[in-house]
């Protein structure tokens, strides 16, 4: 029986780099629940990893097997509380010269597993939480060396921030690909904004991540919400806004994202007080969060959308410019405008302007 006080599904205290290695707990009845969904929906589970495109051999019957092994496996574990059950048999297939393609079926059914449960259950910060940290130490475990000739390594060890940032965007990609797309492209702009303002290297890498994984709580989101053609009711409403809290809440579950969750729960405030969900205002707001609003706004305006096209990057900047001090930080909009249009182009663009 899995005991009362829940178990850790989590990898031994360890560091990399700067970063300490303490993983999210599952509880006793949130992993019961995980193993009866993914027993109850194994069919479908198993055909979506086969057809995903970026196996090596999609739709093979080799890695429908696999990924049937893998689920049995996931659910012994899940079902009485003993991570060896999945790290030794993964050990064992890791031997096979198909230890690749093995890695991202894992990855891969771990993701849909995700955004399934979540489309079907509702949200849970512990099942979002515990799948994507231990997909990222199973598919390390898969590519670990052991050869011989090299001291043996704890694969545990060896997971990474940006290994569990890979799952969580598959997460993402997984209920909609050009909401992963957004998140990518939010994480280039966050980037390039802190570097235009003077942060140093190691806060630019983290205004990146913090874009990366800004709408990581529509994971949550109702697929008919948040793929829905025409505008959103007051109910589908709220139901969209609460992704930022969502997002936080995922993010305060994995010890090496947690100093991300302030940023991604603020990223919807806006200067004037009117934002959610706290209607912080000014410099209440973090600074990386309202890098994150400018870099959001801008990309999703010139990016189309089920419910219009694209916006021309000359409007979307126009826009930016109208709501410095209402919506947007001025500081981090000239920075953007510096960006999309430097200030040699803004000159002409003024001069044209003056001259019509």
Known sequence: MIPKSGFALVFPKGTLG??????????????????????????????????????????????????????????????????????????????????????????????????????????????????????????????????????????????????????????????????????????????????????????????????????????????EILLKAGPLDSEEWEAMRSHSRVGAKMLERVPSLRDLAPIVRAHHERVDGTGYPDRLSGESIPILARIVAVADSFHAMISKRPYREALPVALALAELRSGVGTQWDQVVVEAMLDIVQPQGVQRALRAVRGAN
């Open 18 to 223: 700067n970063i300490e290695m303490t993983h999210p707990t599952i509880s006793r009845d949130a992993a019961a629940r995980l193993a009866s969904y993914v027993e109850d929906r194994r069919r479908d589970i198993v055909a979506s990893v086969g057809r995903s495109s970026v196996l090596p051999r999609p739709g093979s019957i080799a890695a429908n097997s696999f990924a049937n092994s893998f689920l049995d496996r996931l659910c012994q574990e899940l079902e009485v509380a003993d991570r060896d059950i999945v790290n030794i048999w993964a050990d064992a297939e890791a031997a096979s010269s198909e230890a690749f393609e093995r890695a991202r079926i894992v990855v891969i059914a771990c993701a849909i597993i995700s955004a399934a449960y979540v489309a079907d259950c509702g949200h849970s910060e512990e099942v979002i939480s515990y799948l994507a940290v231990r997909s990222s130490e199973l598919e390390k475990r898969f590519r670990a060396d052991r050869s011989p000739r090299k001291s043996a390594v704890d694969t545990a060890r060896l997971v990474s921030r940006d290994d569990v940032v890979a799952s969580l965007l598959s997460a993402i990609e997984a209920r909609d690909a050009a909401t992963c797309e957004h998140s990518r492209a939010v994480g280039m702009w966050c980037g390039r904004i802190a570097k235009m303002i003077g942060m140093t290297a190691e806060q630019q890498s983290f205004g990146a991540l913090a874009g990366t994984l800004h709408d990581v709580g529509k994971i949550a989101t109702p697929t």
